[in-house]
């Protein structure tokens, strides 16, 4: 799961709403934060936060470990409060969690 060789995509709805930056750091903190420290399900979970004015990616696995991510992108209020990735064996999403249907 989450193979980052797989092919990789982001929905409309949330390019809408979330710079590409941001979409990309929350790719990098699959790949190179979580990816091998924790067991990743098919569907990942990411909270958007503001911490001193910038994004925090906020990862909570299975309430068992809360692991946060600062990124250097500024935050904005109109930013989506939770973002999906859904990894289907063949590709992988990210989306708004209201696109989500598993």
């Not at 903190?29 to 909270?47: E, H, K, T």
């Not at 068992?64 to 992988?92: C, K, M, N, R, S």
């Amino acid at each position: 799961m989450f193979d980052q060789r797989a092919a990789r995509y982001a929905t409309l709805g949330l390019v809408a709403k979330l710079p590409g930056a941001v979409i990309d750091g929350i790719w990098a903190v699959i790949d190179d934060d979580l990816q091998g420290v924790v067991q990743l399900p098919r569907v990942l979970q990411f909270a958007l936060i503001s911490r001193s004015g910038c994004v925090t990616v906020v990862f909570d696995s299975k309430h068992q470990t809360i692991l946060e991510f600062d990124l250097p992108e500024p935050y904005q209020a109109a930013f989506p409060e939770t973002v999906a990735v859904l990894d289907d064996g063949h590709q992988q999403t990210m989306m708004l969690v209201d696109e989500l249907t598993v």
